[in-house]
């Protein structure tokens, strides 16, 4: 095999789960790396190490309920019954419902006729089930509140999938700008000026901006804005206060980043963007979580080694043969008598007497032979399976090598691919030891 790069530091999950200053942990990264996974598995070893846990989850996909066997997740923890930690450990599970946190967020910051009257508005209701930025502003304000409430130990974040690693950063600060900015305060002045003074502002000093945009957006539209924005004076100021409170808390000393990756080169290339990003924005990285590695207890067979020996099988070498005859094999007794002696066939084939055969000894023989033969063929199959593991873990290796190469420091724990899906707790649970022991089986 190729010389490996001097291995990067190693995680320590167990460490980081135990500590009791650590309050957060949020995993970070591509989609498709295992993320929910990852995070749910974070918090069935912690809980069972005697923390008290909430995993929060953005995935659409809902497998976090599945394995947990839950059977729905919304936006209140719920109670993990199956798992049992040491000295009070209890693991609770949420998924986010953006539409009703948003809710949660004007029903807490207005009166009961104002945040009807929101609630009840177009524009709000298409701007809190699907305006851009909106999900992930609505992860960190949750994680704000569980924060707040202090109910648990630790708090385990499974950020929302998106294409680019920067949204989970940047959505919450252009949504607070949004909905604090000089667009909404433009629309938010006629309503302020009031009555027919405010018509008057309107049609001077904005007749062409509002042309524009009723062109852009529709009358109706536009009106359902306006309409929007004055009933949500009081509480615009609050969003960006939040959202800065909540980055800050993400800047804390007691939460750490896991980036999640797999070793594949798109994925490992956006993880080392996130962590440059996360260390330009001073948050606390804890490690790079390398999932569906890798490895064999049989390293020591090349693959070349490997393919070349399943040939020579194929093709009826010479590799084992102590004679040196291609296409035969040695006879198992040397000081045997001669093949024409031995052989009911070869008696055949030189004219031997046929009453001197045994028809059960060739019927045998026979059977021997095609024994041989499938032996040959399993076992050059599984040589060249063997050699297929060995390229898949030199290119992982070589993957890995290059994030290293840009970030020693990066403390990595290596995830040894499992066999099938993860569909349970049981599942979760070996996740959970493959992290703890932060290298792949048989590295």
């Known amino acids: 095999m190729e010389a490996k790069m001097d291995a990067p ?21 591509a989609g498709g790396v295992g993320k929910t996974t990852t995070a749910a598995a974070l918090g069935v070893r912690a809980a069972e190490r005697g923390r008290k846990v909430v995993v929060l989850t953005i995935d659409p996909a809902r497998r976090l309920a599945q394995s947990m066997g839950i059977d729905s997740l919304d936006n209140t923890p719920r109670r993990v019954k199956d798992v049992q930690g040491t000295a009070g450990g209890e693991l609770h599970a949420m998924m986010l419902d953006m539409k009703r946190t948003f809710d949660e ?7 009961p006729e104002r945040a009807e009257a929101i609630l009840a508005n177009p524009f709000y209701q298409s701007l809190s089930a699907g305006f ?22 630790l708090i385990v974040v499974d950020t929302p999938p998106s294409r680019s690693a920067l949204d989970f950063l940047d959505a919450p600060g252009r949504l607070g700008s949004f909905l ?15 009555g027919r003074a405010g018509m008057k502002f309107l049609n001077v000093g904005m007749s062409m901006m509002t042309g524009t945009l009723s062109k852009l957006m529709g009358a109706s539209l536009l009106k359902d804005v306006q309409t929007f924005v004055a009933a949500m004076d009081t509480m615009f100021g609050g969003f960006r206060t939040r959202a800065d409170a909540t980055f800050q808390l993400l800047q804390a000393p007691g939460t750490a980043f896991l980036v999640v990756s797999a070793p594949e080169p798109d994925a490992l290339r956006e993880a080392a963007y996130f962590v440059e990003r996360l260390a330009a924005e001073r948050m606390p990285l804890a490690g790079l979580v390398l999932n ?11 693959a070349e080694r490997a393919l070349a020996a399943a040939e020579n099988l194929e093709e009826g070498g010479i590799v084992d043969q102590e004679s040196g005859k291609a296409g035969l094999r040695d006879a198992t007794d040397p000081g045997s008598a001669s093949d024409s002696d031995t052989d009911p066939r070869t008696a055949r084939e030189t004219g031997a007497d046929a009453v001197d055969v045994d028809p059960d000894a060739a019927v045998e023989a026979d059977a021997h032979a095609g024994a041989d033969a499938d032996v040959d063929v399993i076992t050059a199959g599984l040589l060249r399976l063997h050699a297929e593991r060995m390229q898949v873990i030199a290119r992982e290796q070589r993957t890995r090598d290059r994030f290293t190469s840009l970030h020693p420091e990066v403390a990595v724990a290596e995830v040894a691919a499992l066999p099938g899906d993860v569909h349970d707790l049981a599942g979760l649970r070996a996740i959970g030891e493959r992290l703890a022991a932060g290298v792949p089986a048989g590295a």
């Open 9 to 29: 530091p190693r995680l320590d999950v167990d460490r980081l789960l135990d500590d009791p200053q650590t309050r957060i942990i949020v995993c970070c990264g």
């Open 105 to 111: 967020i004007v029903e807490g910051h207005s009166d």
């Open 132 to 153: 851009a930025g909106t999900q992930e502003y609505m992860a960190m304000e949750k994680l704000g509140q569980l924060r707040a409430r202090d109910d648990w130990d």
């Open 180 to 194: 604090d900015g000089k667009f909404i305060r433009v629309l938010m002045a006629p309503a302020k000026v009031g």
């Open 292 to 302: 569906r590695v890798h490895g064999s207890d049989a390293e020591q067979l090349s």
